[in-house]
């Protein structure tokens, strides 16, 4: 069964500090990733995808791709306390649909 | 543009009950999803349409239906309810996959539904 790993958290971290979200899939066949940030009790929204191996800025997040590790992470600079929510990493599945994992809680501490 | 809309917002059903929760996009997007995320388990497909007309099972489809009414929406059906299916439903929709395209999808704000 194809699966996307995350180490649940909570991963908490000072403000304007570095907060790395790591993300592991089990699909070789998968060929683009997504993260999504999901605030309590809302829905999730896209932050960024990648489909190249190596990295990926924008603004303050960077994604990174190791797809002979089967590895994505998700760098977040200068983390601020809005981005305290938790973060999903998603895979394409074969089907076109996505495999998500069970996302990691940040908390960001002013 | 509302994006992907959601109805109900809330609702709670006794056991045994049926209710449709519905969805709708205006992005004339190809393909749209159900899913649940229940704490600890992530968001797990339930179906998805790739397209008009076509619905395949996702992960967790039993107890559930689905219909594409048409391109815009896609609803899902509880037949008989029960307190296993309490859960937050989420609808997304995307684009149809094309060759170097990512599938990019795009979430409604969710159905939280409560089965006693």
């Known amino acids: 069964q194809k699966e996307v790993e995350q180490n649940s958290g909570p991963l908490s971290v000072p403000e304007g500090a570095i907060a790395s979200l790591n993300c592991t899939y089990s699909d070789r066949g998968s060929q683009s990733f997504f993260w999504y940030r999901q605030y309590s009790g809302k829905s999730p929204e896209l932050i960024m995808f990648i489909y190249s191996n190596g990295d990926k800025e924008d603004g303050r997040f960077t994604a990174q791709l190791n797809k002979a590790s089967q590895y994505v992470s998700l760098l977040i600079r200068d983390s601020q306390p809005s981005d305290s929510a938790t973060y999903l990493c998603?895979?394409?599945?074969?089907?076109?649909?996505?495999?998500f994992g069970k996302g990691t809680k940040l908390s960001v501490k002013p | 543009n509302a994006g992907v809309t959601q109805t109900p917002k809330f609702q709670v059903l006794k056991t045994g009950q049926s209710m449709t929760l519905q969805c709708a996009q205006d992005?004339?997007?190809?393909?749209m999803y159900w899913y649940r995320q229940d704490p600890g388990m992530g968001l797990r497909l339930i179906y998805y349409?790739?397209?008009?007309?076509?619905?395949d099972k996702g992960e967790v489809p039993n107890g559930y239906n689905v219909s594409r009414l048409n391109k815009r929406e896609f609803s899902l059906r509880l037949e008989s309810a029960a307190p296993s299916q309490t859960s937050v439903y989420f609808c997304a929709s995307s684009e149809a996959r094309l060759a170097g395209a990512q599938e990019t999808q795009y979430f409604g704000p969710g159905t939280r539904l409560l089965v006693l």
């Open positions: 349409s790739a397209s008009e007309g076509t619905t």
């Open positions: 992005m004339n997007h190809n393909s």
């Open positions: 998603a895979a394409e599945g074969s089907q076109g649909n996505l495999i």
